[in-house]
């Protein structure tokens, strides 16, 4: 840890949007009277019908329920496009940067913008999708993914982004989860170089129950596929039969705008959901003050639109700010380490957000492939997804940002919609591998995680929660209310509980320390360890399992596996790699294991919980912390795990 403070130069600070003075202002005017703050700043989008009521909040257990601006209409499609048509129709709001740098880049226009927009909604509702049905999403980074999620707004339908990298099985399971009426893909998706074959891992995934839902598909490749006749429907074809124009629907603040699955300490994975007037305004004004977003910027963030990062700061609040957004179809070392500097060159790039692992790779091939590249243009640079070490930060610092780029180190979550946490660039002097402070109408408190008192003052740790709602709050899971109570706010009652720890240090900045729940952060995605652990016990060969994560150079951390098999199965090099492939299958290689480790038996407690506490040092090689064992069934065990683990290497 570093306690070196990054303040913003006096010339930076003078043009931007925030500068430390009107921080303080903001943020004690914020608190003091939130209805009236978020009155204010609700302006900032276009309501069809204004609302009255601000806030209303209870978030007493039993009871919790969220709402803001609640008897307002607004539609999120046309302010993200109608309202710009007048005063930027002409201007890029999409840059689109294909996998292969020899093929063109595409520069949308907001007015490309809404016709693509429209006719896509009408499509949908040419397929039978009205108000409040489902659309489930599982799309590349093209720009009708973009097109996709806009027309679901425009005509109120929900819809659900997977990650086009999980497998069929993951897939049918969301698809399944919300009762989704149309899956939108595409033929296959080129990534690296590589294609993915996503229709046909959707074929796979609808292949049982599922012959009421229909597919829409976008020609990307031309790959040939198979073909569902009656179900399947060509995107360019289906446009062609619909008008260019799509009335918006007036939805209510409070109407669910989209579910995203995210995985959880327990169980399977949650759809989160966001509704419409809240969310939409914290995104906006969270990516216009935090990357100090101006008129006629270009404004980059490298994340997939299937994670929360890339419905909020992609898409939804770039646009909603009537900015350009560049999607990056590639990956950042293809087709060499150099990619993500050339796409800054080529489009002049001006704000640039990225993830802490994606950073550790880079920085590990050398700093040539930065420097060759001319990023006179990048003012800003962000963070997100993990914690990022001081030396990455360093390294961002230095080489990519020159020493002239503010860091804004963003931290938040899929349920917060939005940066919770982050340093403002014209405002905080910023420490490598702190998220600094809270943004406007954040009340963070740190915990005592077994008594849930509030620890005052500086110079201390313990778990993370909010204390009070803010407009892009998760309001519910999908179809399990209950839940969305018992895993945010029964343990610390009168408090969002993140699932995260901290620490305050001494000048009151806050440093992340990672999960305290059952969840890993792999390359800055959120996988539940029970998630692993039950695809590995579905294996024939697989008595038990237990999931843990490690200390990983470049992930961040590493899925670390014990297996237990089943009686006379032998344990092989063969098998650990079958059970590898098994994974991926089950969920998707962002899931695939990185150590198996056989387990002749897992520590348990004498009621058969597993201990995974200590299960983690022996993951971390930590032998000498791993605590009172004398309480375990078969204390033993502990000594055959950390044989195993020493004879492993
Ligand atoms: C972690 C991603 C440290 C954290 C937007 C959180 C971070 C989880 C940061 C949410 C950061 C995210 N510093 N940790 N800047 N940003 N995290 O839902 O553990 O995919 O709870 O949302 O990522 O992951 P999620």
New binding site residues.
């Given amino acids: 840890m570093s306690d070196t403070t990054y303040a913003p130069a006096a010339d930076f600070a003078a043009k931007a949007h925030i500068d430390a003075a009107k921080y303080e202002e903001m943020y004690a005017a914020s608190i003091k009277d939130p209805a009236a703050f978020w009155g204010e700043h609700g302006k900032r989008i276009d309501w069809i019908k204004p609302y009255t009521k601000v806030k209303d909040v209870d978030y007493s257990f039993g009871n919790v329920s969220i709402k803001w601006y609640e008897d307002g209409t607004l539609n999120v499609s046309a302010n993200c496009i109608d309202r710009h048509l007048t005063t930027r129709g002409d201007q890029t709001a999409i840059i689109w940067e294909p996998d292969d740098p020899n093929e063109p880049a595409q520069h949308i226009s907001y007015k490309e913008l809404y016709a693509q927009t429209c006719k896509m909604a009408n499509v949908l509702k040419s397929m039978g999708v009205g108000k409040g049905d489902r659309v489930v999403l599982y799309l590349p980074m093209i720009p009708e993914a973009a097109y996709a999620m806009l027309a679901c707004a425009r005509i109120g339908a929900i819809h659900s982004i997977v990650f086009a990298g999980f497998s069929p099985d993951a897939l049918g399971a969301r698809v399944n989860g919300c009762d989704a009426k149309v899956v939108i893909t595409a033929d296959t998706a080129p990534r690296g170089g590589k294609a993915t074959k996503l229709k046909d891992n959707v074929n796979q995934a609808l292949l049982n129950d599922f012959d009421e839902v229909k597919c829409l598909v976008v020609k990307r490749t031309g790959d040939q596929i198979a073909w569902r006749d009656g179900l399947d429907y060509w995107l360019h074809e289906e446009a062609e039969k619909v008008d260019v124009d799509c009335p918006p629907e007036e939805m209510n603040a409070e109407d669910p705008l989209f579910i995203l699955y995210?995985s959880g300490s327990t169980g399977m994975p949650k759809g989160v959901v966001h509704t419409t007037g809240g969310y939409l305004v914290y995104a906006a004004m969270t990516h216009e003050l935090v990357f100090d977003y101006h008129e006629g910027d270009i404004y980059w963030c490298t994340a997939d639109v299937g994670?929360?990062?890339g419905h909020s700061y992609i898409v939804y609040g770039p646009l909603a700010n009537g900015a350009t957004t560049l999607m990056f179809e590639g990956v950042p070392t293809y087709p060499d380490a150099s990619r993500f500097w050339q796409v800054c060159e080529k489009h002049k790039v001006n704000q640039f957000y990225t993830a802490p692992t994606a950073i550790r790779a880079l920085m590990g091939q050398g700093n040539d492939y930065v420097t060759k590249c001319d990023l006179s243009s990048v003012r800003i640079l962000g963070?997100?997804?993990?914690?990022?070490n001081p030396e990455a930060w360093n390294w961002y610092n230095d080489v990519v940002g020159g020493g002239r780029c503010p860091i804004v180190?963003?931290?938040?979550?899929?349920?917060t919609g939005g940066h919770l946490m982050?340093p403002l660039p014209g405002a905080t002097a910023a420490k490598p591998g702190s998220?600094c402070g809270p943004f406007f109408g954040i009340e963070p408190v740190v915990l005592e995680p077994t008594t849930g008192e509030i620890i005052e003052g500086n110079g201390v740790e313990g778990v993370l929660c909010m204390k009070d709602s803010w407009p892009g709050q998760m309001r519910t899971v999908w179809g399990d209310h209950e839940r969305f109570m018992k895993t945010y706010f029964a343990d610390y009652k009168g408090y969002y509980f993140?699932?995260?720890g901290c620490r305050r240090d001494e000048d009151g900045y806050y440093w992340?320390t990672?999960?305290v729940d059952d969840?890993i952060?792999v390359s800055?995605?959120?996988m539940g360890t029970a998630e692993v652990e039950s695809a590995l016990v579905a294996h024939s060969k697989v008595s038990e399992a237990a999931v843990v994560g490690y200390p990983h150079d470049i992930k961040g951390q590493g899925i670390y596996c014990y297996v237990t098999l089943m009686g006379g199965e032998e344990y092989t090099d063969e098998l650990k790699t079958e059970l590898r492939n098994w994974v991926r299958t089950e969920i998707g290689p962002i899931a695939s294991p990185d150590l198996i480790q056989w387990a002749p038996g897992l520590p348990k407690t004498r009621s058969g919980k597993i201990m995974r506490r200590i299960l983690r040092k022996i993951a971390e090689n930590d032998y000498g912390s791993l605590g009172d064992t004398s309480t375990l069934a078969e204390p033993a065990v502990v000594d055959d795990l950390i044989e195993n683990r020493m004879n492993r290497g």
């Fill in positions: 995210t994670w929360v990062t963070t997100v997804g993990e914690p990022i180190d963003t931290w938040w979550q899929t349920e982050t998220c993140t699932g995260d992340i990672g999960r969840v952060n800055g995605h959120r």
